[in-house]
């Protein structure tokens, strides 16, 4: 159990938090749009990426992993101020609505650029991230 609290992912769910540690940490910010229970892609990326002991391994240390979720079924629904914060997150940084989007930002909270799902390893995965 020891082992798997080490790896556990630690999803930030407050744009301010997670700036104030990319800020300390000099790390950037992921921010995932996601439909955690209705969207295909969502899932994969989550089973196949983010839950990955090699990716949050890496990202650990060199990433502040910021989830924006956006559930429809009624026994995963959020509080009304977590639902808040990501409708604005969505309107600042996901207008269009794109599910799954992988917004990589700095941490002044700056768009880098960002992704979607892809069929890659969690390796390439971290490169795509780094390479943008």
């Excluded at 159990?1 to 790896?7: D, F, P």
């Excluded at 930030?12 to 229970?37: N, R, T």
């Excluded at 196949?48 to 995963?76: C, G, H, Q």
Aim: charged content about 25%; glycine content about 4%.
């Amino acid at each position: 159990m020891l082992a798997y609290g080490a790896n556990a992912q630690q999803w930030q769910y407050s744009m301010a938090d997670a700036m104030k540690i990319a800020k300390e940490k000099d790390q950037k910010i992921i921010l995932v749009f996601s439909g955690s229970d209705w969207c295909t892609p969502c899932i994969k990326l989550e089973n196949d990426i983010w839950s990955t002991d090699e990716f949050k391994i890496y990202a650990k240390d060199n990433y502040v992993m910021l989830k924006a979720d956006f559930p429809r079924k009624k026994k995963n629904k959020l509080s009304e101020d977590h639902t808040r914060i990501n409708n604005i997150l969505a309107e600042m940084y996901n207008p269009n609505g794109y599910f799954p989007l992988v917004v990589v930002l700095d941490s002044d909270a700056k768009v880098i650029g960002n992704l979607g799902y892809k069929k890659v390893s969690p390796k390439q995965y971290i490169e795509l991230i780094n390479a943008l």
